[in-house]
């Protein structure tokens, strides 16, 4: 029974995990790029803003694209002051400009120091500039009991951070504080980045994940970090993968949570251990092309 559902999942893997499926995915906005940080940063987007309809999210993304002169990097690295007008009146449901012009700030604070958003997302990462600053005001009140100030960093930096050994979870925990660590961060801003703190699945952070992350020269993810491995990954959970992987009889659980995700994802490691993820092709397709 496990070894038919493997074949069965392993073909629509195979169907689905092909450049001809992007077209209407929002995956499709950062292929449009060649440089590391213009696919970073675009695809970083593409995923917050992957609610809604597919149309909708593309289009959205193609007008952003077009308020940064069709260089993303570069706007984010150079822009002038003036140069931010061209992002006000910005929108997408309730994403809009004030959210936008810190994500904004954010990437600048980020690139100054990091060749790549990849360091974001890992704790570890050491670089011996200057001391730490404990900054109590940018701690989460979920943060656990057990982050000291050995833990924490100065402002958006995540020097000499000692963490235990670190997996998705404690990424993403890590990316969204670290991501509102600059002073003046809007409030608002904080429902569009989640976390397991928050029991959210996270879908668009594991989607964003997965198409930095994976590698395997079907045209599709693009496979650009090396430092947090495929083997690692969540599945993205959103509606049509729960469906489908309910029906299927890979989710018990009766919430839809990052336990949830973690759940399924451990259901598909028993399929393939090094690329549980893969299967995201495979549910989603269902889920979304064949209305399974």
């Known amino acids: 029974m496990l ?3 493997k074949l069965f999942l392993d073909a629509k893997v195979n169907q689905y995990n ?24 675009i695809g970083f987007f593409a995923a917050i803003l992957a609610w809604g309809q597919r149309k909708t999210i ?12 069709n260089a993303p990097f570069d706007f984010i690295k150079n822009h002038q002051e003036t140069d931010l007008k061209a992002l006000l009146g910005f929108k997408h449901r309730t994403f809009n400009d004030t959210d936008l012009l810190y ?6 604070q980020h690139y100054q120091q990091y060749e790549s958003l990849e360091d974001a997302f890992l704790p570890s990462v050491t670089v011996a500039r200057e001391q730490p600053v404990f900054r109590e005001d940018f701690m989460d009140e979920n943060t656990n009991a057990s982050f000291t100030l050995q833990n924490s960093s100065s402002v958006c930096y995540v020097h000499h951070l000692v963490w235990p050994e670190s997996n998705i979870e404690t990424m993403l925990n890590h990316f969204r504080s670290y991501f509102f660590s600059l002073p003046d961060f809007p409030h608002r801003s904080k429902k569009h ?8 699945t996270c879908k668009r952070l594991n989607m964003f994940l997965r198409w930095m992350v994976r590698k395997d020269n079907c045209g599709v993810d693009f496979g650009i970090w090396t430092r ?9 959970c959103d509606l049509h993968v729960d469906r489908v992987a309910r029906k299927l009889k890979l989710i018990a659980r009766k919430q839809n949570d990052w336990q949830t995700a973690v759940e399924l994802t451990e259901r598909l490691r028993e399929f393939d251990p090094q690329d549980p993820v893969k ?11 064949e209305k399974f």
């Open 3 to 5: 070894n038919n559902l």
């Open 18 to 41: 092909r450049p001809e499926f992007i077209e209407n995915d929002p995956i499709v906005i950062p292929h449009q790029f060649i440089r590391k940080q213009d696919i970073e940063i």
């Open 58 to 69: 593309i289009n959205k993304c193609r007008e952003l694209i077009v308020r940064m002169d």
């Open 103 to 108: 994500f904004v700030s954010f990437f600048r």
């Open 193 to 200: 980045v989640s976390s397991p703190q928050q029991k959210s």
């Open 228 to 236: 947090i491995k495929p083997a690692d990954l969540i599945c993205p």
């Open 279 to 289: 299967y995201d092709f495979a549910l989603f397709g269902l889920g979304i092309e």
